[in-house]
């Protein structure tokens, strides 16, 4: 028996496909949030480690070593080419449309348009994602929060005023394209790759 053997059983130590998409899914929640809270993670880990019988300090110490290898992974993507981290304080820009993180502002071509608070959020969470299917559930946890999930028409309200703010046509919408029975994509109706200032 190894030595974490002793704190946790070992049932406790083979976490589950789903257990483990579960805190993956929480840390990158947190990664993509406007102002990240790394804490918020290590605290769910470190949650997760105490259901699954282990020892406090062995739960502390397990939920700090994921915590810093899924941080040091994350700083690793974000230095590749072409995803660099200049939307995290810069602007996003994809077709026309144009992002400001900092001043909360957004631009299509030299008009300004309003967004309501959560508005922003949500476009922001979908504009760092082009080109990606984002699930309803993903969507309502990422911008709401975790105890989001099942809240569609909710979603479906904000996505609707989006469209009408951003769209030419929000009937045939461009940028915020539904995919039936899963989410919603964002794209670059131009086809041109997302510019990052």
Same mark, same amino acid.
């Given at each position: ?20 998409e579960r805190v993956a899914q929480l840390f ?33 110490? +397990? /939920?700090?070593?994921?915590? !810093? ?8 993507? $974000?230095? %590749?080419?072409?995803? #660099? ?37 949500? +476009? /922001?969470?979908?504009?760092? !994602? ?8 993903? $969507?309502? %946890?990422?911008?709401? #929060? ?10 479906r309200t904000y996505v609707r005023g989006l ?35």
């Amino acid at each position: 028996m190894n030595e974490l053997g002793k704190f946790c059983p070992p049932p406790g130590l083979t976490a589950t496909p789903r257990q483990v998409e579960r805190v993956a899914q929480l840390f990158w929640e947190s990664a993509n949030a406007a102002s990240p809270d790394v804490f918020q993670v290590t605290s769910q880990l470190l949650a997760f480690f105490r259901a699954q019988g282990c020892a406090l300090p062995v739960a502390e110490e +397990l /939920a700090q070593k994921v915590t !810093n290898e899924l941080t040091a992974r994350v700083r690793e993507v $974000l230095r %590749r080419p072409g995803l #660099g981290a200049s939307w995290i304080s810069g602007v996003i820009q994809v077709g026309d449309l144009k992002l400001d993180l900092e001043s909360h502002m957004l631009r299509r071509g030299d008009d300004e348009i309003h967004l309501s608070p959560k508005e922003f959020d949500l +476009l /922001a969470f979908m504009m760092k !994602n082009v080109d990606v299917l984002l699930t309803h559930v993903k $969507l309502l %946890r990422s911008v709401w #929060g975790l105890e989001y999930g099942g809240e569609l028409e909710y979603l479906r309200t904000y996505v609707r005023g989006l469209r009408k703010k951003i769209e030419k046509n929000p009937a045939n919408p461009e940028y915020i394209v539904s995919e039936p029975w899963m989410g919603y994509r964002f794209r670059n109706p131009a086809g041109v790759a997302r510019r990052l200032i």
